[in-house]
Structure formats: structure tokens, C-alpha cells
């Protein structure tokens, strides 16, 4: 196995569909956002789909409360190209309404729909349609017996949540289904994940629910999301962040790139703070990571401040730069091949990175590492 490879094996699951997504089995690991513009407003909506549709994102969840949303829902879907998962609460009118308009996926409790006759409804609708259903479990929400039982939200709660939905759809030999179970603390949902993924088949959604802010949410979820997806657990993935949902997505990618799982854009590779740094890294890395964001193909990238490890990075890079004084050297598949001027490097690194990137992909295609 090569250094670019993962090592984790996945946990075997069901391959379903949201819209032209592959969902499990063998299918990337797919990254998920969710929208925060109100639905209602269609425009906004729209403009934020795109957005993050530009960043790489595969599936993004908008919000139906109401009925004024579905039939928003309808003008979003014509003006949109992703997938788009429809996040119904209780109302299975809604559902039904969404589905008709061309919703990929129901996000939808079935028992949280009232009456044997509305699951009913809404399974048949789905069966019917070819459209998945997503249950979502959140620990923040569990049903009042189910709280009474465990006395707090614990993983086994999380899990008979979820297991009681689950049995409502099989019941109706209904398998076309993924699940989250979704906790804001990184033990719990890690622990009801792995409950859940020894007790069906189903492809997992997961999720450190409520994260928190950009960076503290970000911290939160790798660890949480690292854990499963070094299990082999998981199929695809939301980051919740109190931030841009196009951070979230890029949060997500930066995640499974970390573990080789799938690469994305341009790995960087850059020292910390050093006093031995013969030009800036921090602000060179900074502004190349603006710059270069539209940039899809897998690369690796190391921009290193001096000799001490400057070479042995740009020896497995695509690109290197190792600091010296006045002028750096410049690596590229391993080999010296300039020397550059540390007074002009962003734009100079710039240009050389845009012309590898298309050399190694023209069509700046995006790579999935599989284990
Ligand atoms: S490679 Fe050089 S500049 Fe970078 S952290 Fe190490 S000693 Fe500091």
C-alpha cells in the first residue's frame, strides 16, 4: 500500500440513491450540507445551493416546515442541478407534497408521522417515486419513553430511537433507507454509530449534531467523524457548524482527505510557527488557499520554511518549496528545478500550482482513494 492510500476498510452497506448520488457500498464517502437561507425566499436559496454546489459539495438538506416552503421547494428544485434531500418534521402532507415536486430524499421520522395510514402514505409515495428516506435520530430529540427509560441520552437510546423507525419501514418492506444517529457529544454519537452500524445494513449519515462554532465545530467533528470513518463507518457526512454552510463542506472534504478517504483540491503541507521560517509561511499558505480554492485536483503541496525538512517534503509532493535565504528552492515530482525569490512567491507558486494541477488532470477532475 502506498503512502497516498487509505488503510481503513469499510463497513459493508446498502447502495441507495439520492437523485443521481450513490449512496454506501462502494460509493464515495458523499459530503452533505444543509442550507440556512429561509425557504421561502427562493432566491436566496437558490443563490446558496449553487455556492455550495461550487465548493464540491454532492447533496445538500433544505428545510419544508411548511407548506409555503414546498411549494418553494418546487422553484428551488427546476433552478438547482445537486441532489436535494427535503428535511420534513411530523407533517407527512409535506413529504407528500415535496416528493411530488421532485425531492431526491425524505428526511422523515416514521414515527414521528401519527397514524399506521400516513407512514403508510408516505412509504408508498417513496416506493413509488424511487425516492430514499433519511431517518435522523438526534439526542436532543428522542421520543419521551425512550428518555424515561435511559434517564439520559445514551448511545443505547440513541440506537432504540433509531431501531424503532427503522422497524416501521421494514414492517413495509421498505429498505431503500440511510440513517443518522446524531448526538452533539463526540462519545455519545460515536457510541450509538457503532451500535447501529453491527445492527443493520443500511448506509450511515453522520453527524456531530450542534457542533459549535467554525473552528471549536470543526475540532469537534474530526474527532467524532475521524473515529467512525477509521472504523470503516459512514457513508456520508454533514459537518454542523454555527457558520457558512460552504464552510461545512469544506470541513467535510478536509476530513476525509486527512484520512485519504477522498481527495479534493490541494493538500497543503506547512510549518507551524517557527523562528527558523526563511520567508512567511503562515501568510504564503494563507493566500494560496484563497486562491487556489477552485481548484479540484488532488495535489500535495508542501510549503516549508527552511532546509531542516523543506527537501524531505517536497520529495513525496507534488510541489515543494523548501525556504532558504533570499531565494527558495522550488521542487516539483521530487526534483530541484528553480530557485525562487522569497520577495515574489504567492503569485509566482500560484502560477506553478494552476499549470501542475493541470497537467496531472485537464479536466481538474476530482480523485477518490479508495482503501
Ligand atoms: S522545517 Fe524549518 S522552518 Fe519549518 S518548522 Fe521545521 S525548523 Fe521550522
Known sequence: MSAHQSPIIRRKSKQIMVGNVPVGGDAPITVQTMTNTKTTDVAATVEQIQRIERVGADLVRVSVPTMEAAEAFKLIKQ????????????????????????????????????????????????????????????????ERDIQEKYGEPTAEALLESAMRHVDYLDRLNFDNFKVSVKASDVFLAVGAYRLLAKQIDQPLHLGITEAGGFRAGAVKSAIGLGMLLA?????????????????????????????RIRSRGINFIACPSCSRQEFDVISTVNALEERLEDIITPMDVSIIGCVVNGPGEALVSDLGLAGAANKSAFYEGGLRVDRLDNKDLIPVLERRIRARAAMLDPANQIRIDKA
Open 79 to 142: 433552478q438547482t442541478n445537486i441532489p436535494i434531500i427535503a428535511d420534513i418534521h411530523f407533517d407527512y402532507r409535506i413529504a407528500l407534497k415535496v416528493a411530488e415536486y421532485g425531492a431526491d430524499c425524505l428526511r422523515i421520522n416514521p414515527g414521528n408521522i401519527g397514524s399506521e395510514e400516513r407512514v403508510r402514505a408516505v412509504v408508498a409515495c417513496a416506493r413509488d417515486l424511487n425516492i430514499p428516506i433519511r431517518i435522523g435520530v438526534n439526542g436532543g430529540s428522542l
Open 231 to 259: 472504523d470503516g463507518i459512514g457513508d456520508t457526512l454533514r459537518i454542523s457548524l454555527a457558520a457558512d454552510p460552504v464552510e461545512e463542506v469544506k470541513v467535510g472534504f478536509d476530513i476525509l482527505k486527512s484520512l
